[in-house]
């Protein structure tokens, strides 16, 4: 897809205001391909889970996460993901 959707859990007692964190993508075998760092702003109340879209991997190639439908000719394009949280602002 164009848009990655992100869940995000607030382990937190604190409204989270915004987050700021990394996407790491690796080709099946391990290999990293790209990263992505993105800060968002939004609010997450305690113990609440928040979900948001990013800019999916190389979508115009026909990349895809691997527990999605890749397209029929491009099945090796597949990777899976690494999520890093670096900070978060909080009320």
Request: charged share 30%; glycine share 4%; aromatic share 16%.
């Amino acid at each position: 897809d164009y848009e990655a959707q992100i869940s995000v859990k607030n382990n937190t007692e604190l409204i989270i205001t915004s987050i700021t964190g990394r996407i790491i993508y690796y080709d099946m075998s391990g290999n990293m391909l790209d990263y992505q760092d993105f800060t968002k702003k939004l609010e997450i109340d305690a113990s609440m889970t928040k979900r948001f879209e990013l800019r999916g991997y190389n979508h115009e190639e026909h990349y895809a996460y691997y527990q999605s439908e890749a397209v029929p000719n491009a099945r090796d394009r597949v990777y899976k993901i690494e999520f890093q949280l670096k900070s978060y602002n909080y009320k």
